[in-house]
């Protein structure tokens, strides 16, 4: 892959995130913030954005969303090969109580 088609694929995923991030917002105000793991404040401006504001901040070089699981135990917990089915569920529940304490803490 060039530098050109990178950067594309940032541009596109950029703009798939802000319209998905409005979209929950917009739809759900509460499940927004703790799927995108966003402040009040963040939500209200990315509520008011334009469309061409959204294309504007879009083309960027920068990706805007990033990896909200920054440990080893939520990795763990949301790969956890090799387990039973019923497992499964609990880990990626207990991976998402912990996600959500997180965001909490972040607000």
Request: net charge negative; charged share 20%.
């Amino acid at each position: 892959m060039t530098a050109d088609q990178i950067l594309a694929e940032i541009r596109e995923a950029n703009l798939s995130y802000l319209m998905l991030a409005q979209s929950l917002i917009r739809t759900d105000r509460e499940q927004g913030l703790y799927r995108l793991g966003v402040s009040e404040e963040t939500a209200g401006l990315i509520d008011m954005l334009t469309p061409a504001q959204m294309m504007k901040i879009a083309a960027g070089n920068t990706l805007l969303c990033r990896f909200r699981m920054d440990d080893d135990l939520v990795w763990s917990l949301l790969t956890s090969h090799g387990k039973a089915a019923a497992n499964d569920g609990v880990s990626r529940l207990h991976a998402s109580i912990l996600m959500a304490g997180r965001h909490q803490e972040a607000a």
